[in-house]
């Protein structure tokens, strides 16, 4: 194996060129190749931006370039599927960023596709590696609040949606888009299966969406149940105006958890008035800065040690089987089961 491993993106828009930025600069026993884009001139923006010579518009040069033995996919979801795919037929290593795919069939081709390659597949939910999150999981695992009996977990952004997440077929909606990281707290925080959901959403903010995807929605609240009998809520949101929120709060028998606050190192002003003013956070890119770098760089970690990454294809399974159970449940109004509860 070389003294590196190098690395391509492929995608160019925010999230592609944060890891881009960290590959080029701050990850240990990496170097960034080249970026794919299918647009030339976002591609070779990047390659600017980045100070590299290689970029392309078509994903299969990528894959040809023997210089490259891992992949970072930040595309639609849609494409996903095969992307990784395509990626481990060459014998590349992949971080496939979330929402995984677009159901459970296409995870299930994915996770295949690379166990039968001998190559990593390391999924993008980047809070697993945020030092307050981290912290959270270690006192949780301690007893420090009792058993866990309701995990509420939150993400509403600022942003209008890209117009293809309207097209729910393309996107799977804001539950995938936004809340898949939301389902994959649940998940770890709690060590246990999400059993059930119900969930309703409408579009309150989106407009411009309305006649021509109907289905598609801003907002939306799921309500879980999870095999080890605990509860759990997830609220997401999109074009929110008033910044980026992402806040968890865990409930045990014996205390009570809270992660993420919006004004981090943000002053807070009060003045002659009476005003209390506080500024808060505007981006998921500044917030989770550090969840980002410490994800890509366990990625090169993983490779280089040989071993599974924290993150695996089936967490990114599950948390797409949940996106579809809760998209369902908002169709046809009813509770959707997953799993049993587990038995006393």
Not at 290 to 302: P, R
Request: hydrophobic content about 40%; proline content about 4%.
């Amino acid at each position: 194996m070389a003294s590196f491993i190098g690395v391509c993106v492929i995608g160019a828009g925010r999230a592609g060129m944060i890891h881009a930025a960290n590959f080029r600069r701050s990850v240990p026993d990496a170097r960034l190749i080249a970026v794919v884009d299918p647009s030339e001139e976002a591609a070779k923006l990047a390659a600017e931006e980045l100070e590299i010579d290689t970029y392309y518009t078509d994903y299969r040069q990528a894959m040809e370039d023997q210089r490259i033995q891992a992949v970072i996919v930040v595309t639609p979801t849609i494409y996903h599927r095969d992307l990784v795919v395509a990626a481990a037929a060459a014998g590349k290593h992949v971080l496939c960023e979330k929402p995984m795919a677009m159901n459970e069939q296409e995870c299930d081709d994915m996770i295949e596709a690379c166990e039968q390659a001998g190559v990593k597949l390391q999924i993008g939910f980047m809070r697993r590696f945020d030092p307050s999150f981290i912290e959270a999981k270690r006192q949780i695992d301690a007893g420090r609040i009792g058993d866990v009996v309701l995990i509420k977990s939150l993400t509403r952004g600022p942003s209008v949606p890209q117009g293809w997440m309207y097209d729910l077929a393309k996107s799977n909606g804001p539950l995938a888009e936004v809340n898949s990281h939301d389902i994959d707290t649940l998940r770890w925080l709690s060590g246990s299966e999400i059993a059930s959901v119900y969930a309703m959403a409408a579009n309150y903010r989106c407009p411009q969406a309305a006649d021509r995807y109907p289905d598609f929605y801003d907002n939306v609240v799921l309500s879980a149940a999870l095999t080890s009998g605990a509860q759990g809520m997830i609220d997401g949101a999109v074009s929110v105006k008033y910044g980026y929120d992402a806040r968890v709060e865990i409930l045990g028998t014996e205390g009570v958890m809270f992660i993420g606050d919006p004004g981090r190192n943000s002053p807070v002003t009060v003045r002659a008035d009476h005003q209390l003013i506080r500024p808060f956070t505007t981006s998921w890119r500044t917030l989770y800065k550090e969840a980002y770098l410490a994800e890509d760089m366990h990625f090169i970690e993983s490779i280089i040690e040989d071993k599974t990454p924290n993150v695996t294809g089936y967490d990114g399974k599950k948390a797409v089987a949940i996106v579809n159970a809760g998209n369902r449940s908002i169709r046809e109004g009813t509770v959707v089961k997953l799993l049993e509860p587990q038995a006393e």
